[in-house]
């Protein structure tokens, strides 16, 4: 039987795991190293590079390096997400004519999807590589966090990839997975998910190889390049003091500024001062300018503070939803690379009273817990069989006067089917439209549209008589599919959410033939 590979696709890095004996472990990249840069770069000279060599490049070549692209995927344009990475990323965002996200480079629009199926294919290769065999099939990890729109919009990169995914799960539940299979005992846990763009919370029971994910919470929005933006900012605001200039729209020097701000920021993690030196970081008419300031980890921890207790109401509210306490917690997990940093662990050591987890790496858990659910769906886990998730929003339609109706509550276990019976408000009506909407807002208006289908054809009756059944549906990939059926004529109307936006089946299938396959060095 031909592995099936687990696939940690983060926003700044990218790891990639298989089972051997049993056992997750990681697969090197080409370059030996067991992550990898979730960076695309294209050169000018037509070349595609990913990785390493991609990142090795982004100083010189800002405009055309795709860095954090799953900040971007299953995201709309005009969405205040995207509106915040326009901000930030040193390449072009334009909207595609459905109003998706995409990116611009020498005129070619990009999908992110595109970009996120290169970075895979160059995973699936190095696996390939490594393991000797051809690699068709793959578990692929999200945040918990991730809508409807997002998880399909991954699942159409692999597709893309050329990769079969046997399921889409989310990170904290794998890195559980992972954890659960070393610790071997019975427990409850918070794994707490902070990588380069999002932060997960989630809390799980595990019991006799039972893993079920009691609540979860997150934000899209708040990862280890925020902690970076803040350096970012506070650099060139003192540079700006000091020399007059303002960096702050020149690509390349910021690139670099950006680039050195990161490291500093992970060497703080282990000691007390760094210093940042970019030498000729610019011109003026009295000669070159440089940056040279050394940065203590008290200063950055001044500067971001505020970022790291962002994250308490939100693991406040997972306790909640799950009807615990911080006591009741025996372990905590911290997952993804921004973890790293003392005063986070120290924040989170304080709220639950207790030390995390030591000895885990955050930034192959996740991989090596998508290897493990691989196995459990082959067959060849057989003690660790069950794995509950939940949806991470309220899903429901919209009904009168902006009114939301609520028909999967969050933090349901997944897969999970119900039906609501509605009717008509106006006499005669033959047709109605079903508004799906995510979010947890009594005003329809004030949550995520996530499309909409009408019903047509139903009997003319007074209003209130007819009876339309709408049924919702959330796969064990947490994939939403609503359908809607007049119980007078059996008429019925369904959808795939993910059709109000996306690609769409025809442009992943003509993707899917356009795409190369990474090609291995010395490999025709
Ligand atoms: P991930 O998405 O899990 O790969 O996490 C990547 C994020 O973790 C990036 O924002 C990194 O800057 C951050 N990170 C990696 N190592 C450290 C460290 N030692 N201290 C603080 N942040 C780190």
């Not at 089972?19 to 080409?30: C, R, Y």
């Not at 965002?93 to 005129?107: Q, S, Y």
Request: aromatic content about 6%; some cysteine; overall charge negative.
């Amino acid at each position: 039987m031909s592995h099936v590979i687990g696939i940690d696709l983060g926003t700044t890095y990218s790891c990639v795991a298989y089972l051997k004996q049993n056992k997750p472990e990681i697969i090197p990249n080409l370059d030996g190293h067991v992550v990898t840069p979730s960076v695309v770069s294209f050169t000018t000279d037509g070349q595609v590079l990913v990785g390493n060599l991609a990142q090795r490049q982004a100083v010189a070549n800002p405009e055309r390096t795709i860095t954090a692209v799953k900040r971007l995927i299953g995201r709309k344009f005009d969405s205040p997400e995207v509106e915040e990475a326009k901000k930030r990323v040193p390449y072009r965002l334009e909207a595609a004519p459905n109003g998706d996200i995409m990116i611009m480079v020498d005129n070619q629009l990009i999908s992110p999807q595109e970009i996120s199926a290169i970075i895979l294919s160059y995973l699936k290769a190095c696996a390939e590589a490594y393991l000797g065999e051809k690699v068709s099939e793959a578990v692929i990890t999200v945040p918990a966090h991730f809508n409807d729109h997002q998880r399909q919009a991954t699942k159409d990169a692999a597709s893309i990839a050329g990769l079969e995914v046997l399921r889409v799960i989310n990170e904290p539940t794998a890195a559980s997975l992972a954890f659960g299979l070393e610790s071997n005992k019975n427990c409850r846990v918070a794994v707490f998910d902070m990588g380069g763009g999002t932060f997960d919370i989630t809390i799980l029971e595990i019991q006799d190889g039972v893993f079920n994910v009691l609540s979860t919470n997150g934000d899209t929005f708040l990862g280890g390049e925020d902690f970076d933006n803040r350096l970012v900012s506070w650099l060139l605001e003192d540079f700006k003091k000091e020399t007059g200039l303002d960096l702050s729209q020149n690509k390349f020097s910021l690139q670099r500024i950006r680039e050195a701000a990161e490291r500093a920021k992970r060497e703080l993690s282990f000691v007390f001062e760094t210093e940042i030196n970019l030498p000729f970081i610019a011109v003026d008419e009295s000669g070159s300018k440089h940056i040279l300031k050394k940065i203590s980890r008290y200063k950055l921890e001044d500067l971001t503070r505020d970022l790291v207790w962002k994250t308490i109401p939100l693991i406040e509210q997972a306790l909640e939803d799950a009807r615990l306490r911080p006591e009741n917690i025996d372990e905590i997990v911290l997952v993804g690379g921004q973890t790293r940093m003392p005063y986070l662990r120290q924040v989170v050591a304080d709220f639950f009273h207790k030390e995390p987890r030591s000895g885990i790496d955050p930034d192959l858990i996740v991989a090596m817990g998508a290897a493990i659910q691989g196995g459990i769906i082959k067959g060849v886990m057989t003690d660790l069989a069950i794995l509950l998730d939940v949806t991470p929003f309220s899903l429901g339609i919209e009904t009168e006067n902006d009114g939301y109706q609520i028909i999967i509550e969050k933090n349901t276990t997944i897969p999970t089917r119900k039906t609501m019976a509605f009717t008509t408000v106006e006499h005669n009506q033959v047709r109605v439209r079903i508004h799906v909407l995510e979010g947890e807002n009594p005003v329809a208006s004030m949550n995520k549209s996530l499309g909409w289908f009408d019903l047509i054809g139903i009997e003319p009756a007074p209003a209130g008589v007819p009876q339309i059944d709408v049924t919702f549906e959330i796969d064990a990939d947490g994939i939403l599919r609503v359908s809607a059926r007049d119980a007078a004529t059996g008429r019925e109307q369904g959808m795939e959410i993910h059709y109000a936006a996306g690609l769409t089946r025809g442009e992943v299938e003509i993707l899917k033939e356009k795409h190369r396959p990474f090609a291995l060095p010395g490999k025709k």
